[in-house]
């Protein structure tokens, strides 16, 4: 009886498989595993990106020409936060 109910366990979860897609059901666990052993590394990500957009934020705001100082300290601020953010 166990055995028959293995069978059909593995049999539903085959079909399961097929019917969702394999390529989406092996992106779904690979994020997932990225989640879970990486955690430390994509909260590291997340503040980055959220840092570089704040930065094109303000540097959109700032006039190149009024406030040159300002705008190029902004720019190489953002410059090495992208390059931070590629190396991870």
Known sequence: ???AFGVLLVVLLTELINL????HFTALAYDI????????????Q???KKEVLTLKNELARTSSQDEFAKWAKLR??????IADLEKM
């Open 76 to 81: 190489r601020k953002m410059d090495s936060k």
């Open 1 to 3: 009886m166990q055995l």
């Open 46 to 48: 997340r503040a980055l």
């Open 33 to 44: 595993f990225l989640k879970v052993v990486h955690k430390d590394r994509m909260t590291k």
């Open 20 to 23: 969702i897609g394999k390529t």
